[in-house]
């Protein structure tokens, strides 16, 4: 039933890199979508940190992580990526994927209201 399922969060120093993967369904990769990375600090607003339109090569970064991280996808493998690099604490969060489907990413991409389906996250520590 899950329309998007996350993984590759875990435990890892500052300056270190993670690969967060997420798992589309069918539902989602009949169409092109837009598809994001959020993550939510404890105490926090959920904020979105990257996205791309499968259907192009568009993407989309909040400031805060550009030239750190990378959003990607597998065709194949019906997966988007988020490459972490040079991580710092402030990058500590849980990680979600959501999508739009059969939506470009918008303007407003970054509003958590713009996503109809979201994953259930995969937490991200990074240690100083």
């Known amino acids: 039933q899950a329309q998007l399922v996350e993984s590759g969060g875990g435990s890892v120093q500052a300056g270190g890199s993670l690969r967060l993967s997420c798992v589309a369904s069918?539902?989602?990769?009949?169409?092109?979508?837009?598809v994001a990375w959020f993550r939510q600090a404890p105490g926090k607003e959920r904020e979105g940190v990257a996205a791309?339109?499968?259907?192009?090569?568009?993407?989309l970064y909040a400031d805060s992580v550009k030239g750190r991280f990378s959003i990607s996808q597998d065709i194949a493998k019906n997966t988007v990526y988020l490459r972490m690099n040079s991580l710092t604490p402030e990058d500590t969060a849980m990680y979600y994927c959501?999508?739009?489907?059969?939506?470009?990413?918008?303007?407003?991409?970054?509003?958590?209201?713009?996503?109809?389906?979201w994953g259930q996250g995969t937490q991200v520590t990074v240690s100083s």
């Open positions: 791309i339109y499968t259907g192009g090569d568009t993407t």
């Open positions: 959501a999508a739009q489907r059969g939506w470009a990413c918008l303007p407003w991409w970054s509003q958590v209201t713009y996503f109809a389906d």
């Open positions: 069918e539902y989602i990769t009949r169409v092109h979508s837009c």
